[in-house]
């Protein structure tokens, strides 16, 4: 989470589990408030994607699944914009 425009202290993990060049959904055991700022820190996995950063915001959450949150990105490596781009491509 970040707070105001530094990176809060306190570290979660959580998992996209749904993808696209503009924004993704993010299932978390933390409940994400609507506009919360995200710094989200991906690891490079056997998926072949690359690692990096990407930053966004809150849209929604999923109120009928409580730690699921709907979020658009403010910023993304380039790296990682082609591997979503790629991934969310038919």
């Known amino acids: 989470m970040l707070?105001?425009?530094?990176?809060?202290?306190?570290?979660?993990?959580?998992?996209?589990?749904?993808?696209?060049?503009?924004?993704?959904t993010i299932q978390s055991p933390l409940?994400?408030?609507?506009?919360s700022n995200l710094k989200i820190t991906v690891a490079a996995t056997s998926q072949n994607n690359p690692a990096g950063d990407m930053y966004g915001k809150v849209l929604a959450s999923a109120t009928e699944t409580p730690g699921h949150a709907r979020i658009r990105f403010t910023s993304v490596t380039a790296?990682?914009?082609?591997?979503a781009t790629a991934l969310s491509s038919p």
Do not use: D, I, M, Q
Request: a negative charge; aromatic letters at 10%.
């Open 3 to 24: 707070e105001e425009k530094f990176v809060g202290r306190t570290v979660y993990e959580g998992h996209l589990t749904a993808l696209s060049e503009a924004e993704a």
């Open 31 to 35: 409940a994400l408030a609507p506009l």
């Open 79 to 83: 790296e990682l914009k082609l591997w």
